[in-house]
C-alpha cells in the first residue's frame, strides 16, 4: 500500500504564513514528481506547485513569489511553505505524488487527504 498523508493546515489571517507537509510510506520504488493542488468550493481541483525529481520547479501566476515547494525522494516528503497569504488562497490543499512501486509499474498519482486552509480575518 501507499498512503499519503498531509498536515498544516488551519486558520491564518491575510498575510500570514502557513507550511503543509505531505509524508509518503508504503511500497515505492521511485518518485517522478509531487505537487499541491488546491480546491474552492465550487471550483476545479487547481495546480498549486509541483517539483520533479530532478529539482525542477513550477508555480502558477497566482501564488508565485509568495508559495515555495521542497521536498525530495530520499524520504519521500513535500512541503508548501506558504507566505503572505490571501483570503483566495482558502482552500482544501491536497498533496499528490506521481510514482511507481517498482521498475516494471506503470507510473501511477496518489493523493492525500486533504488539508483545510482558511485565509480570513
Known amino acids: 500500500q501507499v498512503q499519503l498523508v498531509e498536515s498544516g493546515g488551519g486558520l491564518v489571517q491575510p498575510g500570514g504564513s502557513l507550511r503543509l507537509s505531505c509524508a509518503a510510506s508504503?511500497?515505492?520504488?521511485?518518485?517522478?514528481?509531487m505537487g499541491w493542488y488546491r480546491q474552492a468550493p465550487g471550483k476545479q481541483r487547481e495546480l498549486v506547485a509541483v517539483?520533479?525529481?530532478?529539482?525542477?520547479?513550477n508555480y502558477p501566476d497566482s501564488v508565485k513569489g509568495r508559495f515555495t515547494i521542497s521536498g525530495g525522494n530520499v524520504v519521500n516528503t513535500v512541503y508548501l511553505q506558504m507566505n503572505s497569504l490571501k483570503p483566495e488562497d482558502t482552500a482544501v490543499y491536497y498533496c499528490?505524488?506521481?510514482?511507481?512501486?517498482?521498475?516494471?509499474?506503470?507510473?501511477?498519482?496518489?493523493w492525500g487527504q486533504g488539508t483545510q486552509v482558511t485565509v480570513s480575518s
Open positions: 499528490n505524488f506521481q510514482l511507481r512501486k517498482s521498475p516494471w509499474a506503470q507510473w501511477l498519482d496518489y
Open positions: 517539483i520533479s525529481s530532478g529539482g525542477m520547479t
Open positions: 508504503g511500497s515505492i520504488f521511485s518518485v517522478s514528481a
